[in-house]
């Protein structure tokens, strides 16, 4: 079975999924991507049965040649996939002119374009913040009326919170729209700005049916995080996720999901539990979850959730596994300016809950600072109970104090 894995760079998550296909019986691998070979980890790059390397991949044109010169040379292509969201419709499309099994363009682009995504939610009965794409000032300062101040703001092919803002006033938004020039051709998406505690909720399809499914809360939220740079925020996987507080978004998720056309992979939701109870979706994704959470499934379900995605990929198979744990992750950000200086309470931390960390990656001094809302460093923890990774997660991120200077 020829396979073809798409990415832009080898990054140590990229790489990880290649090695997971590598390891999927009688499969035989291609790796597109913008890199050449020799970027790749010598013993994995070895084990490929072919590589092609284009500008971008992103580009539906040079993607297609890329996959038909390889499916030329190797034989019918059997998948083609990958995990970066911003391939998911340029996949979606190649795979549909080639006959190769995978998400529908249709679909990709009701998960990329977050504006047609909540027409279609919204459509379906599913509950979402209200939504108006704006390109112009005006038509900004309409939907404000409608809502009231804070809005959020984003470009329609965003990516979680990133370019992201929270408009608290006229000021904000006239620098924001400056900043991005939005016209009727290029408009952002104003969304209504939803008040309460963010979730996630990963969820595994096959076929079209959600199977299987996790879940995070975020604490505070990533829009928080991103408006703060100081902020030490937290993810919890809570072992309990089967209890009837959660039935609401378990309902809702699949819904949406077949509202949106899923077919078989694992889905990333963001959505919210209201001041009132009630929930609303924020934006989902076809592709795995980031911030750790795969990593955090992991965890809690003594499991290697990365291969179990690229089996689910390339023969449409998943065992569920049992939950096992709570998993929590603590995000260690600088406070300053410069390089990391200092990083203070390792020693504590360690002294306290050294039995309950599974994963780290520690800020050291003279480290630079990494620009990401994940900060310099992170450390998970896990308990079969949740109130106790709880507390270790809010003792962590009060524990821990990484300088810059």
């Not at 408009?167 to 104003?190: F, H, K, Q």
């Not at 990365?306 to 995000?331: C, E, H, K, Q």
Request: hydrophobic fraction near 45%; aromatic fraction near 6%.
């Amino acid at each position: 079975m020829f396979v073809i894995f798409v990415c832009p760079i080898f990054s140590p998550a990229a790489t990880q999924m290649i090695e997971a296909a590598l390891n999927v019986p009688h499969v035989r691998l291609g790796v597109i991507a913008q890199q050449p070979l020799t970027a790749l980890a010598p013993n994995v790059a070895a084990g490929l049965a072919a590589h092609w390397q284009v500008d971008d991949v992103t580009n539906t044109a040079s993607l297609e040649h890329a996959v038909r010169a390889l499916g030329a040379t190797h034989g019918a292509i059997a998948r083609c996939f990958g995990a970066y969201e911003q391939l998911q419709q340029p996949l979606a499309t190649v795979r549909e002119r080639l006959g190769i099994p995978g998400l529908s363009s249709e679909a990709a682009h009701n998960f990329r374009d977050k504006a047609r995504m909540k027409d279609a939610l919204r459509a379906a009965g599913v509950p979402v913040a209200r939504h108006r794409l704006i390109p112009s000032r005006d038509d900004a300062l309409a939907f404000i009326a409608e809502v009231g101040f804070p809005i959020v703001l984003k470009p329609p092919a965003g990516a979680g919170a990133i370019a992201t803002q929270r408009i608290r006033d006229v000021a904000s938004l006239d620098a924001m729209l400056a900043n991005y020039r939005a016209t009727p051709a290029n408009p952002m998406l104003a969304e209504e700005f939803l008040r309460g505690t963010e979730y996630s909720l990963e969820t595994v399809s096959i076929d079209g049916n959600a199977i299987w499914h996790s879940l995070t809360r975020y604490g505070p939220t990533p829009l928080d995080v991103v408006e703060h740079s100081w902020i030490q925020w937290t993810v919890l996987l809570p072992r309990e996720i089967d209890a009837p507080e959660f039935d609401d978004i378990r309902a809702v998720g699949a819904k949406a999901l077949a509202a949106l056309g899923m077919g078989t992979g694992v889905s990333h939701c963001e959505w919210f539990r209201r001041d009132d109870g009630t929930i609303a979706i924020s934006e989902i994704a076809a592709r795995p979850p980031g911030a750790n959470i795969t990593t955090m499934i992991s965890r809690a379900h003594d499991i290697d959730f990365v291969a179990a995605w690229v089996r689910l990929m390339i023969n449409g198979t998943f065992d569920p596994p049992v939950r096992r744990f709570a998993v929590g992750t603590a995000y260690l950000r600088g406070q300053g300016t410069g390089q990391v200086r200092t990083v203070e309470g390792l020693e504590s931390v360690q002294e306290q809950f050294g039995a309950l960390i599974c994963d780290s990656r520690l800020p050291y001094p003279g480290q630079h600072p990494t620009g990401s809302y994940e900060g310099e460093g992170y450390i998970i923890v896990r308990h079969p109970d949740t109130t106790v990774v709880q507390n270790a997660l809010q003792r962590i991120v009060s524990s821990v104090r990484v300088r810059l200077g």
